[in-house]
């Protein structure tokens, strides 16, 4: 078992419409929680991070975490078509002896907002 | 401002050729690091640095090897290139705790046959 689970998709969805993405997770030592965005043949870009179990808005997004569950979720509100890209979960647990926070990443969900 | 660069962006390498592949950053950042992106299995780490002269083995190492000489470079070296390292390739950088942001660079795809 993977230590992130995140469906590929991919999720086509019309303009305007509420996103919702999802990442579930096995290592109950993740305290950080991330969002990357990639758009083809881009690197990834942080969107949105939290620590906490509940939400944090940033504009359209909304980054949820439940650390009981071993579930986050991003939620993309008036999605546009610029929203159209490839989102990456991320989780991070403890400082390693090298003073080093494995960040696990999500293989991703594939996103389209059709106009 | 550049962010983080890296060259090549695309090459073929034939099986048991070597290469190098040279990521520099201009954000003054103490951490980098090499992932590898392949279909269905997500970014996964090669290599990282936590500061000038230092590198430490990462998820996937074998068949790799990095040298962080200056502290706005990280090269990723290939001494035996195997088809099992198609791949696409990026660098990131963080200014200082592995909880800061990492910036991505634009990847190298990398194709061997």
């Known amino acids: 078992q993977k230590e992130v689970e995140q469906d590929p998709g991919p999720l086509s969805v019309p303009e305007g419409a509420i996103v919702s993405l999802n990442c579930t997770y096995s290592?109950?030592?993740?305290?950080?929680f991330m969002w990357y965005r990639q758009y083809s043949r881009k690197g990834p870009e942080l969107l949105m991070y939290?620590?906490?179990?509940g939400n944090k808005e940033d504009g359209r997004f909304t980054a949820q975490v439940d650390k009981s569950s071993k579930y986050i979720s991003l939620f993309i509100r008036d999605s546009q078509p610029s929203d159209s890209a490839t989102y990456l979960c991320a989780m991070s647990g403890p400082l390693n002896s090298g003073g080093y926070q494995k960040v696990t990443f999500g293989i991703g969900t594939k996103l389209q907002v059709i106009p | 401002n550049a962010g983080v660069t890296q060259t090549p962006k695309f090459r073929v390498l034939k099986t048991g050729q070597s290469m190098t592949l040279l990521c520099a950053q201009d954000?003054?950042?103490?951490?980098m690091y090499w992932y590898r992106q392949d279909p269905g299995m997500g970014l996964r780490l090669i290599h990282y640095s936590v500061g000038e002269g230092t590198t430490a083995k990462g998820e996937v190492p074998d068949g790799y090897n990095v040298s962080r000489l200056k502290k706005q470079n990280f090269l990723l070296g290939l001494e035996s290139a195997a088809p099992s390292q198609t791949s696409v390739y990026f660098c990131a950088s963080s200014y200082n705790l592995p909880l800061d942001e990492q910036y991505f660079g634009p990847g190298t795809r990398l194709t061997v046959t």
């Open positions: 954000m003054n950042h103490e951490y």
């Open positions: 290592n109950s030592a993740f305290q950080y």
């Open positions: 939290t620590y906490s179990s």
